[in-house]
C-alpha cells in the first residue's frame, strides 16, 4: 500500500512556505489529510513539491529544474571530468557533461514513452502528465553524475582508499560516518551538491526523488525482510547521515516504503527513478562501447551483431535498413548505436509496465535494463567493458594519476584542515588563505571539516585537480595573468 494525499486541483495549486529544503520537517502537500490507496494515484507524483514559494512562467517547474541544473557550477565543471577516456587529440570521446546530456535525452524519451504507454488513462493522467514525465526524467538524468568526482570512476575509489589508509584521521567518528569515507559515493554526494552545496538549485522534491537511485545510508546492518539486502536499489548507497533527513522526508512525502527498521535507513526508490537508473545504463554500456570503437580499441566487427540483435528486438518491430548506415566504422557503429538506443527504451518502458504494480508499491527490486529481451546483449557488452575497454592503458593511467593526485591532495587538506588553530603554522595558514573551502567554521565537528574537504576534493575538475597538486607539491609555480 502507499500514502499519497488527496487528488490536488492543478489551477488551484498553491505551494507552502518553507525554509531551504527542509522537507523533514515541513509539510509539502498542498491539501490536508493523507489516504491509502491500493495502487498508486502516479499522476501525484507529478505534482511539484518544493520548500520555497516560486513563480515561474513560460516553462514548467521541471524545465526550470533543468535550466537550474545546467546552468549551475557543478554541472559545468562536468565538461572537464572524465567519462571512462582521457580526451585525445584526433578523436572526440565523451566526458560527464556530454554523457549527463546524453542520457538526459533518453530519459526525456524514456519517462514520455512510459507516460504514453503505461500510465495514460490513470487516474488525473493524460498527454501533460505524460509530456512532465519526460521532463521530470530528464532534470534528475542531467544531476545523475554532478557529485562525481575527478578521474572517472577512479576517482571514487582514490578517495575510498586515501581512508582506509589513515584510520587516524576518522578517529572520533561514528561507524556510519567513517565508512561514508571509507567507501566514498559519487551518488551521495551528488545528492549532497543539489540538496546542500548548491542551494541556490532549490529543485523540486519531485526531482530530488528521481535523481535518488540508491536511497539507503552507507550502513545498514538490519533489515525488514533479508531479500531486501539484494535488492538492485540497495546496491550501493545514496545519501551521506548529514543528507538522510533531507531524503526520507521527500520519501516519505511520495509514499516510499521502509526497507529497514530504524535507526537503519534503507526506503523503497520513487518509482520513476528506476528510469532515471535505465536512461543511465543504457547510455553509459552503448555509448562507452562507441567511443571504444573509435578509438579503435574494440572492433566494430566484435560487436555488431550484438548491436544489431538489440535493435532487431525493439518492440514497435522497426525495420533496420542498412542502406542509411553508412561504409566507414565510425558511421556504421553511430547508426547501430542510434537504433540500438531507441530499442533499448521501448524495451525498459515495456519492462516498467509489466512491473508497474510492483515498483508502485515499493517491492520491485530488479533492474528495467535487466528484464528486457536484451539484457543477454547488455551483459555480453558489459563483460567486454570490463576485461576490454576499462582495462585499455589510457584508461588506467588515468586511475593512476587519480589515485596519485586525490590521495596527495587529500593528505595536503585533510593535515591542514584539521590542524588546531593553535598549532597552526605559516604553511598551513597559507593554504587555507589559498583554498578558504576547506577551512574549518565555528561549531564544526571532525565530521563536518572532513565532509567540506571531501566536498573540495570532489568538486574539482581533472585539470584542477593535477595544476592544484603541482603547486602545493612546488612541481610548478602560478602564471600572474
Known amino acids: 500500500m502507499c500514502h499519497v494525499d488527496k487528488k490536488v486541483n492543478k489551477e488551484s495549486h498553491k505551494t507552502v512556505s518553507v525554509p531551504l529544503l527542509d522537507f523533514a520537517s515541513a509539510t509539502l502537500w498542498t491539501t490536508g489529510g493523507l489516504r491509502i490507496l491500493p495502487r498508486m494515484d502516479f499522476a501525484q507524483l507529478l505534482v511539484p513539491r518544493f520548500a520555497d514559494n516560486r513563480i515561474t512562467k513560460g516553462r514548467s517547474e521541471f524545465e526550470r529544474d533543468q535550466d537550474r541544473i545546467i546552468f549551475s557550477t557543478a554541472f559545468r565543471r562536468l565538461n572537464d571530468k572524465t567519462q571512462v577516456f582521457p580526451v585525445p587529440e584526433s578523436y572526440f570521446v565523451h566526458n560527464r557533461m556530454t554523457h549527463s546530456l546524453e542520457t ?8 514520455s514513452i512510459v507516460g504514453e504507454r503505461v500510465l495514460e488513462g490513470r487516474e488525473g493522467w493524460g498527454g501533460e502528465e505524460s509530456r512532465q514525465l519526460g521532463d521530470l526524467v530528464r532534470a534528475a538524468c542531467l544531476a545523475h553524475d554532478i557529485g562525481n568526482p575527478p578521474f572517472g570512476h577512479s576517482g571514487e575509489d582514490a578517495i575510498s582508499a586515501f581512508f582506509r589508509l589513515r584510520p587516524d584521521i576518522l578517529s572520533g567518528l561514528s561507524a556510519l560516518e567513517a565508512e561514508e569515507f571509507r567507501r566514498f559515493e559519487g551518488n551521495a554526494q551528488g545528492l549532497r551538491v543539489i540538496s546542500r552545496i548548491s542551494p541556490d538549485l532549490r529543485l523540486t522534491a519531485n526531482t530530488i526523488a528521481a535523481f535518488t537511485k540508491y536511497p539507503r545510508s552507507a550502513l545498514v546492518d538490519s533489515w525488514s525482510e533479508p531479500v531486501h539486502a539484494a535488492r ?5 548507497y545514496g ?8 531524503l526520507e522526508g521527500i520519501l516519505e512525502k511520495f509514499g516510499s516504503r521502509r526497507l529497514a527498521p530504524p535507526p537503519d535507513f534503507a526506503m523503497s526508490r520513487f518509482p520513476f527513478a528506476w528510469l532515471t537508473e535505465a536512461a543511465d545504463d543504457i547510455c553509459y554500456l552503448i555509448i562507452d562501447l562507441e567511443d571504444a570503437v573509435r578509438l579503435r580499441i574494440v572492433r566494430l566487427a566484435e560487436v555488431e551483431p550484438l548491436l544489431h540483435s538489440i535493435a532487431s528486438a525493439n518492440p514497435e518491430g522497426l525495420t533496420i535498413d542498412a542502406r542509411h548506415a553508412g561504409q566507414d566504422d565510425n558511421q556504421r557503429m ?3 548505436r542510434a537504433k540500438a538506443i531507441n530499442s533499448l527504451v521501448f524495451q525498459c518502458a515495456e519492462e516498467f509496465g509489466d512491473h508497474v504494480y510492483a515498483i508502485a508499491e515499493g517491492a520491485y527490486g530488479g533492474s528495467l535494463a535487466t528484464g528486457i529481451p536484451s539484457a543477454g546483449a547488455l551483459e555480453a557488452i558489459r563483460t567486454l567493458s570490463l576485461e576490454r575497454i576499462y582495462r585499455d592503458r589510457p584508461v588506467l593511467e588515468i586511475e593512476v594519476a587519480g589515485f596519485e593526485v586525490l590521495g596527495g591532495l587529500l593528505d595536503i587538506f585533510t593535515s591542514v584542515a584539521l590542524e588546531s588553530e593553535a598549532a597552526r603554522g605559516v604553511r598551513s595558514a597559507t593554504i587555507l588563505d589559498i583554498l578558504p573551502a576547506i577551512a574549518p567554521l565555528p561549531g564544526d565537528t571532525r565530521y563536518d571539516i572532513l565532509r567540506r574537504v571531501v566536498d573540495y576534493a570532489a568538486g574539482m575538475t581533472d ?13 610548478s609555480l602560478p602564471r600572474l595573468y
Do not use: I, N
Not at 232 to 236: I, T
Not at 239 to 246: D, P, R, T
Not at 463 to 475: H, N, P, V
Open 104 to 111: 538526459s535525452a533518453v530519459g526525456r524519451s524514456l519517462g
Open 239 to 246: 545519501s551521506f547521515a548529514s543528507e538522510q533527513a533531507v
Open 463 to 475: 585539470s584542477y585537480a593535477l595544476s592544484l597538486y603541482r603547486k602545493l607539491k612546488g612541481m
Open 232 to 236: 538492485r536499489d540497495m546496491k550501493k
Open 334 to 336: 553511430a547508426f547501430l
